[in-house]
Structure formats: structure tokens, C-alpha cells
């Protein structure tokens, strides 16, 4: 189960809904070791594409850095998809390279009738897809 924050789950809505139509990437890092979601770091779609996300090379060396000297982690990595489900596409669960991340995706589309957005939480695991149960809290 991912347990997030008010405050993250809506900077996350946000960034979506901000670089729509385009897809919004980010990673919300935490404390080593603790599983627990804290510094929302939104990044540049460096693809630029309503289809595709990708980090840019250079920014993501920067920020792996950063979370090394802060002792912190990628505890979730998210991305929007804009005219389909929040589910991971083959494209997306072939880039999973984090065992321990939540992979969040967000939809811009309404694509169940039950509004213009889909807030998911997947565990990817050498290419196994789990779905799993978010949490919103209003503080840890």
C-alpha cells in the first residue's frame, strides 16, 4: 500500500493537470530505508510528448546526487498518461528500474466517467505488474 499526504497527492494532481497535454513526470523522495514519501520533486518531460515521458539524463544525475548527500531515496515515481488509464504501458513497465518505488501514474482523461483524473499506485517488479491501495493522510 503507498500512504502519501494530502499535500503530495495534490502536487502530483497538480503537475499533471499543469502539463497537460503533455505527460508531467516527477519523483517524491524520502528518508533511505523508510518507505515514506516526503520531497516532491516535480521534473521536465524531456520528450515533451502527449505519449511518451522522459527524464532528462542530465536533471535525473542531478537529482540521484542530491538524494545520495540527503541520505534520501525515490519513494515514488510518477508520471501522467493524457488520453488514457492510469495503468503502466509495456513502454513504462520496461523503464521500472526502481524495485523499491511506487510507480503512481496519473490520467488526464476521463476515462471511467468518474472525472478528469485517475490517481493509481503499481509495484513493478522485473516486468510483473501489482496494483496496489493509496492512502491519502493528512500528515505521518
Given at each position: 500500500m503507498?500512504?502519501?499526504?494530502?499535500a503530495?497527492?495534490?502536487?502530483?494532481?497538480?503537475?499533471?493537470?499543469?502539463?497537460?497535454?503533455?505527460?508531467?513526470?516527477?519523483?517524491?523522495s524520502?528518508?533511505?530505508?523508510?518507505?515514506?514519501?516526503?520531497?516532491?520533486?516535480?521534473?521536465?518531460?524531456?520528450?515533451?510528448?502527449?505519449?511518451?515521458?522522459?527524464?532528462?539524463?542530465?536533471?535525473?544525475?542531478?537529482?540521484?546526487?542530491?538524494?545520495?548527500?540527503?541520505?534520501?531515496?525515490?519513494?515514488?515515481?510518477?508520471?501522467?498518461?493524457?488520453?488514457?488509464?492510469?495503468?503502466?504501458?509495456?513502454?513504462?513497465?520496461?523503464?521500472?528500474?526502481?524495485?523499491?518505488?511506487?510507480?503512481?501514474?496519473?490520467?488526464?482523461?476521463?476515462?471511467?466517467?468518474?472525472?478528469?483524473?485517475?490517481?493509481?499506485?503499481?509495484?513493478?517488479?522485473?516486468?510483473?505488474?501489482?496494483?496496489?491501495?493509496?492512502?491519502?493522510?493528512e500528515?505521518?
Amino acid at each position: 500500500m503507498l500512504t502519501l499526504t494530502q499535500a503530495l497527492y495534490d502536487q502530483i494532481v497538480a503537475h499533471a493537470r499543469e502539463d497537460h497535454p503533455d505527460e508531467a513526470c516527477g519523483v517524491v523522495s524520502g528518508p533511505a530505508g523508510s518507505g515514506r514519501p516526503e520531497r516532491f520533486i516535480p521534473m521536465l518531460n524531456a520528450a515533451r510528448s502527449p505519449t511518451f515521458y522522459e527524464f532528462d539524463s542530465q536533471d535525473l544525475l542531478k537529482l540521484y546526487r542530491e538524494m545520495d548527500d540527503r541520505d534520501e531515496e525515490p519513494v515514488i515515481i510518477y508520471h501522467s498518461h493524457t488520453a488514457t488509464e492510469a495503468r503502466p504501458s509495456r513502454t513504462d513497465i520496461g523503464y521500472a528500474n526502481e524495485p523499491g518505488a511506487h510507480y503512481v501514474l496519473v490520467s488526464t482523461a476521463d476515462t471511467d466517467g468518474l472525472g478528469d483524473f485517475q490517481f493509481r499506485s503499481f509495484r513493478i517488479l522485473d516486468g510483473e505488474v501489482t496494483e496496489e491501495e493509496v492512502r491519502v493522510v493528512e500528515a505521518y
